[in-house]
Structure formats: structure tokens, C-alpha cells
């Protein structure tokens, strides 16, 4: 049952700590993006990789957020240092270029005290 | 500009009864496409239909078909006898062009199916 995994599922943490989010995109897929859901905003892109570069990164704070591809099998989003104001929950999704539909893992819910 | 607008924020509807849910959207770009995906309370995001531009015929999946009216730009979602699993938030989303595969999504609607 092919899936995308995030981890953690849950996050809390305390202002100006660092956070790391992981993701494994379904295998052989070869886009990847970064969503960030918050009742205000709804769901925004922040950032969307293709063969482990970087297409769009517009969406993201750069001063905090950071997001990389290490491998074809992991995407990371780190936030350093936190905000209460980045607590949300956070979506990976991953899909073919060439496909229909990007899938999307669980979310982290990330609070930031 | 909002690409992707859904008006209604919430709405009831009674068990094996019909819902549809509206989208209306906004490109410049010939060639896009549209998908609705469900959130349901545990919250993952589960893709129900796509519809592509130039898709000549409406989308069918199940009880999903989407209502495309290009001249109107709309997007609406029907589901058919609705089934109390249905009860959850409801997407529309947009991409645009043929190399750019990021979608932007609508506020949401969120469906209760009574019994």
C-alpha cells in the first residue's frame, strides 16, 4: 500500500527551538511538495521540488524556513528558530510529473509555544 | 486574486440525498486542471476526481462527478446519495499549465450528512 510518510505526526515545541519535519514520498515519485494548513490561510504552498530540485520556494519565509531534498527517499522542512505563528499543521504531498494527482501523508501538527 | 473560490463555507445534507458543491475558478492558462479532495476530521487529504481542460466528457469516480462548465469557469462537485462517511471538508484545487504541477486550493467546504 504505496504512501507518503510523515513524521512526526505531532510536534510541540517551545518558541525559537528548531524543527525538523520528514516526509517519504511514494516510491518513484518524482515531485514533491511542502503545504502548510491553518484556518486563517487554509492551504498554501510553501515550497515543491521535481527530481530533488527546487522549483518554487515563494511560498516559504526564507529568514526561518528551509526545505531539501537530501535523497530521492526524503524530503525535509525546517523551521529555525520557531514561531507561535508557524503552528499549523504541515502536508507533504508526492506524485509522477507526468501524473494526475498528488498524494498526500497525514500532516505534522506542529504547536509552537 | 483568489484562483480557486468556494462560497459555501458549510452545508447539511440528509443521508442518500444528492450535494453539490461549488468551485469557481480563475486562469488566463488554456490548459489546466481541476481536482476536489476530501479532509476528512483525522485529517489527511484523500483525492477524489480530477478534470482536466480539455476533457470533453465530465468526471465520473463512484458517487463523485464533477459538474465542468468551462465557459463559466466552474468546477462543482456532485456526490450522489450521500453516506454518513461522508460528513467532512471538501477541496477544490487548481493547476495550471503543462510544467507546473503545484495546485492552489479553495477556502473548503465542509459537508454534514444527517441521518
Known amino acids: 500500500d504505496a504512501r507518503v510518510t510523515q513524521t512526526p505526526r505531532h510536534k510541540v515545541t517551545e518558541m525559537g527551538q528548531e524543527v525538523t519535519m520528514r516526509c517519504q514520498p511514494i516510491?518513484?515519485?518524482?515531485?514533491v511538495f511542502w503545504y502548510r494548513q491553518t484556518m486563517m490561510q487554509g492551504l498554501e504552498l510553501l515550497a515543491y521540488?521535481?527530481?530533488?530540485?527546487?522549483?518554487?520556494d515563494s511560498g516559504m519565509p526564507k529568514d526561518r524556513f528551509s526545505a531539501e531534498m537530501p535523497d530521492a527517499t526524503l524530503a525535509t522542512l525546517k523551521i529555525q528558530p520557531s514561531e507561535p505563528r508557524d503552528s499549523a499543521v504541515y502536508f507533504c504531498a508526492s506524485g509522477l510529473g507526468s501524473g494526475v494527482e498528488a498524494f498526500f501523508g497525514q500532516g505534522t501538527r506542529l504547536t509552537v509555544v | 486574486a483568489q484562483k480557486i473560490t468556494q462560497t459555501q463555507p458549510g452545508m447539511f445534507v440528509q443521508e442518500k440525498e444528492a450535494v453539490t458543491l461549488d468551485c469557481t475558478y480563475d486562469t488566463s492558462d488554456p490548459s489546466y486542471g481541476l481536482f476536489w479532495y476530501k479532509q476528512p476530521s483525522s485529517g489527511e487529504m484523500i483525492f477524489l476526481i480530477y478534470q482536466g481542460s480539455y476533457d470533453q466528457q465530465n468526471a465520473t469516480e463512484g458517487r463523485y462527478s464533477l459538474n465542468f462548465q468551462k465557459a463559466r469557469k466552474s468546477a462543482n462537485l456532485v456526490i450522489s446519495a450521500s453516506q454518513l462517511g461522508d460528513s467532512a471538508m471538501y477541496f477544490c484545487?487548481?493547476?495550471?499549465?503543462?510544467?507546473?504541477?503545484?495546485?492552489?486550493f479553495g477556502a473548503g467546504t465542509t459537508v454534514t450528512v444527517r441521518a
Open positions: 516510491l518513484g515519485h518524482n515531485t
Open positions: 484545487a487548481m493547476r495550471e499549465g503543462f510544467n507546473d504541477y503545484k495546485l492552489s
Open positions: 521540488f521535481r527530481n530533488r530540485a527546487p522549483l518554487d
